[in-house]
């Protein structure tokens, strides 16, 4: 779909425009995947009914706070579905935070003080936690061995130049020896001859828990090398969650979560080599993604009007940081 503001491409499911913040006209095709729909299913841990709106497949029983996915081979129970406890839970505390991000470094100085708040929304969003290992090997040159060569060479060869030149001025070139040795060092040294010892195999080994966000309208916002802490991680217990905060089910199955944390995880993986590593003349990497969890996030989402353009951010109302922000 496009936005019907701006006209951006977006994702058929988006509630928001990412680029102007206009609010979308839900539009559905022929062509969208259908799921199948069940009128009514049964809690696996308590027997009660649990009835699927259309699309969802990740669904928290409103009883015992239970929760179960529609996977390939049909409705299944989430062994594993745990939440993250409110530390960030007022007005006063998230316009702190808000406003601490929005005016940091100089050229952001009160940005938030001339900018106009248009929505905030509080919300526990599902996120599918799914391990990740990536194993890369490469093979990549050192550039401090290389130039450090390079030098040695060059230097050792101006020496023997001089030498052998003797400190003449008759060299075509007006240095004599020194000079004729010094262009001659360079020659062999950074003339292509690749230092052998600067080039070896790396292997480059990382493990994540990356977070997968469960809600299809939500996936402008996926986190690009976020973790969640699990410090204070407990059971899930709707209980424990005040009714004035809406306690999000999910479409997006863990089967489906786990092909995209492999592709989220070859990206970071591939930035991070990338980093730690230059001149890198070959490289494979290696995921293996194993079963995951259901983790419900307690999130802030404001949105801010700003001479004409839309900042958006979101905030972990657990620890207080950022997960992502546009338009800043």
């Not at 009128?39 to 179960?68: L, N, Q, R």
């Not at 799914?130 to 101006?158: C, F, Q, Y």
């Not at 290696?286 to 900042?311: M, R």
């Amino acid at each position: 779909m496009f936005c019907v503001k701006c006209g951006l491409q977006l994702p058929d499911d988006a509630v928001f425009c990412v680029k102007c913040g206009a609010k979308q006209i839900p539009v559905v095709t022929a062509k969208q995947d259908i799921v199948e729909e069940t009128k009514e299913v049964k809690c696996p841990s308590c027997g009660a009914p649990i009835t699927p709106k259309f699309g969802e497949m990740v669904i928290t029983c409103e009883y015992c706070g239970s929760s179960i996915s529609l996977e390939n081979k049909g409705w299944q129970n989430i062994a594993k579905h745990s939440m993250l406890p409110i530390t960030i839970s007022d007005n006063d505390q998230i316009t702190a935070r808000l406003h601490q991000m929005m005016d940091k470094g100089l050229l952001h100085r009160h940005l938030q003080e001339s900018s106009t708040l248009e929505e905030i929304d509080f919300l526990m969003v599902p996120y599918w936690i799914i391990p990740v290992t990536a194993k890369t090997n490469l093979i990549a040159t050192d550039i401090a061995v290389e130039i450090g060569s390079i030098a040695a060479t060059a230097a050792m060869a101006g020496m023997m130049g001089g030498a052998l030149g003797g400190g003449s001025r008759r060299g075509g070139f007006g240095g004599g020896g020194m000079m004729n040795g010094m262009l001659f060092g360079t020659m062999m040294g950074g003339g292509g001859m690749m230092n052998s010892n600067a080039t070896k195999a790396y292997t480059y080994d990382e493990s994540y828990n990356c977070p997968v966000i469960a809600v299809k309208s939500l996936t402008a916002y996926q986190p690009h090398d976020y973790e969640f802490s699990f410090d204070n991680k407990t059971d899930f217990d709707s209980k424990k969650v005040p009714k004035s905060i809406k306690i999000l089910n999910g479409d997006i199955n863990e089967d489906t979560a786990k092909n995209q944390a492999k592709n989220i995880v070859d990206q970071i993986q591939s930035q991070r080599v990338h980093a730690k590593y230059h001149m890198i003349r070959q490289m494979d990497t290696q995921e293996d993604v194993a079963s995951g969890e259901l983790l419900h996030v307690p999130i802030w989402f404001a949105q801010y009007a700003h001479k004409g353009k839309k900042i958006i951010l979101i905030i972990d109302a657990n620890s207080g940081s950022a997960i992502n922000s546009i338009g800043l």
